[in-house]
Structure formats: structure tokens, C-alpha cells
Nanobody, 123 residues
Framework: QVQLVESGGGLVQAGGSLRLSCAASGRTSSSYAMGWFRQAPGKEREFVAAISWSGSRTYYADSVKGRFTISREYAKNTVYLQMNSLKPEDTAVYYC????????????????WGQGTQVTVSS
């Protein structure tokens, strides 16, 4: 079992920045990729970014490429999502998740999920 707790969400004006954190506990000795997803009201959960266990590979959704950066800090078992140049369409609940089997980009490939943190971007 892996427990994930997100933090760092909030209300920000368009063009602003936020940094989300996801702290993992439990089965943290295993190697796993980490991903961020988001879900806006009335929409399906969508992929945002993912990072491999080694940190050498990262993937981003086209909608956030160049604005968001995913990183991980092993000593703290924490993954971050730095979000810059935020837009109102980035408003959603953001979730982190673990992928024990690889480096996926669909929700089906992820095994454990956090409870989510709300990000609201005002225009």
C-alpha cells in the first residue's frame, strides 16, 4: 500500500504560479513512477504529467507543456508539480498517483491515488 497526500492548491490569478506537493508513505521502498492528473467539474480525469522512478523521463500533456514541471525529491518521498503561467482552464482538482507497472498516461495504469487538491485560477 502507498498513501499519497497532496497539498499546495489554492486560488491564484491568471498568469500566476503554484507548486503542488505529493508526499508518499507506506510502500515507498518500491520503484514506481508518479503522475499528476486533474479533473474539472463535469469532465473526466485527465493526464497532466508523469515522472519515472529515476527521474530521467518526464511526460506532459500538450496543454501544460512549457508551463508545468514535474520533479521528485527522493529523500522526502515527495513529487512536485510546479505550475507557471496558470490559465482559468487549469482550474480543477489535482490528483497525484503511483504507477507500479511503468510510466503511464491513463488513469487505468495508476494504482494508488491521493485525495486531491483544488486549484482555482481566476481571470
Amino acid at each position: 500500500q502507498v498513501q499519497l497526500v497532496e497539498s499546495g492548491g489554492g486560488l491564484v490569478q491568471a498568469g500566476g504560479s503554484l507548486r503542488l506537493s505529493c508526499a508518499a508513505s507506506g510502500r515507498t521502498s518500491s520503484s514506481y513512477a508518479m503522475g499528476w492528473f486533474r479533473q474539472a467539474p463535469g469532465k473526466e480525469r485527465e493526464f497532466v504529467a508523469a515522472i519515472s522512478w529515476s527521474g530521467s523521463r518526464t511526460y506532459y500533456a500538450d496543454s501544460v507543456k512549457g508551463r508545468f514541471t514535474i520533479s521528485r525529491e527522493y529523500a522526502k518521498n515527495t513529487v512536485y508539480l510546479q505550475m507557471n503561467s496558470l490559465k482559468p482552464e487549469d482550474t480543477a482538482v489535482y490528483y497525484c498517483a503511483t504507477d507500479l507497472g511503468g510510466l503511464g498516461r491513463s488513469t487505468d495504469e495508476y494504482d494508488y491515488w491521493g485525495q486531491g487538491t483544488q486549484v482555482t485560477v481566476s481571470s
